[in-house]
């Protein structure tokens, strides 16, 4: 039945199509992407349950986003945007070319100088990246880390420069020049995986970027979503960013220590190890050593409490043993008498550091058999919350054992964790069920959601590190503190509430898309429409307005496009047609 409701949302998207007429239409996005996003977890994981209430509220909040484009007729704005030509200003085009190429070329320069900055010299970033990027990475986590200008400006340059080649891509005829563009374009994100440890960069830039070229292709009355030209570049294009991927994910396990010499060499090895492991045995599970059963697999929360300095030789020795650091909460039903000298035993075998609680639900004594053969045989453990230490890096650059280890876990957890978190917490939420999830006790009215925005007006909110310390977790499949942009929303509206902002937003985005449509130049609404994409992309992850840089960005983007019409108006006879490379 889950599986069923995800692909009505996709439903709905065509029927949204039907309605618009354009696939570009922000209904129709929205619709598909989540169909993706929910149907994909669902058919590669199998093995776990899918709450029905959570899903039901996704496919109702697509809905409700996507209601407002059936209150208006499309027609007219679609013949006003097919009645443009293809005509651009050739001086215009040559300006965006030069300030593409210096504005990538600022990129990289002050995202050089950001490692310096922090301490890594030049010599050894260009060296050994790898290493770099895996102490770049403790650096972090361990809150060492330093903000400067050089920092923030890449970012914001990253975002603007692959925004540019958005608007360039759908100039260019020629398929190997818009490779060359679009290599070139990720090229700073490139550097921030390797050599930052950052892999959301790459695909937040590419979603700006694919916004952008939506937008120019507007200008000329196109509102297709794909090509076959894009699938094609789109699908050389991630051949080629694999390795680079999956570099970023391995220089993330707990193998090594980034002072050794050696660390690029080992996460190579890594890499060649996990492929060829993969082709030998296509079922292996989450470390490499086991199959995952077939079995529904039952959910584990991980809750991670921050880590004073005292504690980090607790946190190392934890890591080594495999024992949590702190007070381990184990919440099940209530314990029957004849399995006390089992639980005993077990909490001794795996005692932790603190105390430890465990209520379990009675089992018949005819059962006890069936279960003690399920626990040798690998069938899914019973559901249990745990409170456990942070998976940090250390100071050698190493991470705690409750970090995901593994390329394979590492795909399956930030491809596919986000639906199964989000809807194990919202059916706990909802039900108000007994658990260890940290959720504030009243209203937030928009702090999440606009996050960016909400830290200046309410600076004194206790916000944990990395926005949720929650991990979801299924022994041999996935781990994962990502509970998508809902969870926010929740909080601040509560549940229906978060579905009327959904309809309001929806009414916004419709509204911004119809004047895209209608006029060629419209700098606010073709801002605000790259920076939706951008939204949209981020909503399985957590609200994109969470970020000062999108903010930033948007605002630059709307400054260009406003400069450009305003040259466009001023000179209209220096109109020439477009120059195509």
């Known amino acids: 039945m889950p599986l069923f409701f995800s692909l009505l949302i996709g439903c709905f998207g065509l029927f949204a199509y039907w309605r618009t007429q354009c696939w570009s239409h922000p209904a129709v996005i929205f619709a598909l992407f989540w169909c993706f996003m929910t149907c994909m ?45 293809a005509s651009h200003n050739v001086k215009q085009y040559n300006l965006l070319i030069i300030v593409f190429g210096f504005c990538q070329i600022a990129t990289l320069s002050v995202t050089l100088g950001n490692l310096n900055a922090q301490g890594f010299p ?8 790898i290493g770099t990027g895996c102490e770049y990475l403790a650096l972090r986590y361990s809150g060492n880390f330093t903000p400067n200008v050089f920092s923030q400006t890449a970012t914001i340059l990253n975002y603007f420069c692959a925004i540019l080649a958005g608007f360039l891509l759908p100039r260019i005829r020629n398929i190997l020049v818009q490779l060359a563009v679009l290599t070139f374009a990720l090229l700073p994100s490139l550097v921030f995986m390797i050599m930052y440890a950052d892999k959301g960069t790459l695909f937040l830039a590419a979603a700006f970027m694919f916004g952008a070229t939506l937008v120019e292709r ?63 045995a296509p079922d292996i599970g989450l470390n490499g050593d086991s199959p995952v059963s077939d079995q529904p ?14 504690e980090e030789a607790a946190l190392k020795d934890s890591s080594e043993t495999n024992k949590p650091a702190e007070s381990q909460i184990a919440i099940q039903s209530p314990v029957a008498p004849n399995e006390e000298a089992a639980l005993k035993d077990s909490s001794e075998t795996n005692k932790p550091a603190e105390s430890e609680i465990a209520i379990q639900s009675p089992v018949v004594p005819n059962e006890e058999a069936a279960h003690k053969d399920s626990s040798e045989t690998n069938k899914p453990a019973e559901s249990k919350v745990e409170i456990l230490s942070p998976s940090v890096p250390n100071e050698e650059g190493s991470q705690a054992s ?48 606009f996050m960016a925005i909400g830290r200046i007006m309410n600076p004194g909110y206790e916000l944990p590190p990395g926005y949720f310390t929650e991990y979801y977790r299924v022994d041999g499949l996935i781990m994962s503190n990502i509970y998508t942009l809902y969870r926010g ?30 006029y060629k130049n419209a700098p606010a609404s073709q801002a605000f429409f790259i920076l939706l994409i951008g939204f949209i992309y981020t909503s399985y992850i957590i609200s994109l307005l969470v970020w000062k840089s999108a903010w930033l960005v948007t605002a630059i983007v709307w400054a260009a496009l406003a400069g450009k019409s305003f040259a466009t108006r001023r000179f209209p006879k220096r109109n020439q047609p477009e120059k195509r490379v």
């Open 402 to 449: 409750s970090s995901p280890s593994g390329l394979g876990n590492y795909v399956r957890s930030y491809a596919f964790g986000h639906f199964f978190a989000f809807t194990h917490w919202l059916e706990a939420y909802y039900n108000e069920k007994p658990s260890s999830y940290i959720d504030p006790n009243h209203r937030t009215w928009g702090f999440w959601t």
């Open 489 to 518: 929303l929740i909080y601040d509206f509560g549940i229906v509430g978060s579905l009327i902002f959904m309809g309001l937003f929806g009414w916004v985005s419709s509204a911004a898309y119809r004047q895209l449509l209608e």
């Open 218 to 280: 507007h200008s000329f009355g196109k509102t297709y979503l794909l090509t076959p030209r894009t699938v094609a570049a789109g699908v050389v294009l991630v051949i080629l960013l694999i390795p680079a991927v999956a570099i970023s994910l391995l220089n993330r396990t707990t193998v090594g220590a980034c002072s050794e010499t050696g660390r690029s060499a080992e996460v190579v090895e890594g890499l060649a190890s996990a492929l060829i492991t993969r082709s030998q």
């Open 297 to 310: 697999a039952e959910p584990e929360i991980a809750i991670q409490s921050p880590v004073v300095p005292n």
């Open 41 to 85: 977890p669902q058919l590669f994981v199998p093995q776990i349950d899918v709450p029905l209430m959570p899903t039901l509220y996704i496919m109702s909040a697509a809905i409700i986003y996507g209601a407002p484009a059936f209150t208006q007729d499309w027609s007219g704005p679609i013949a006003e945007a097919r009645r443009r030509s």
């Open 122 to 129: 030049l010599a050894r970033a260009l060296i050994d990246p």
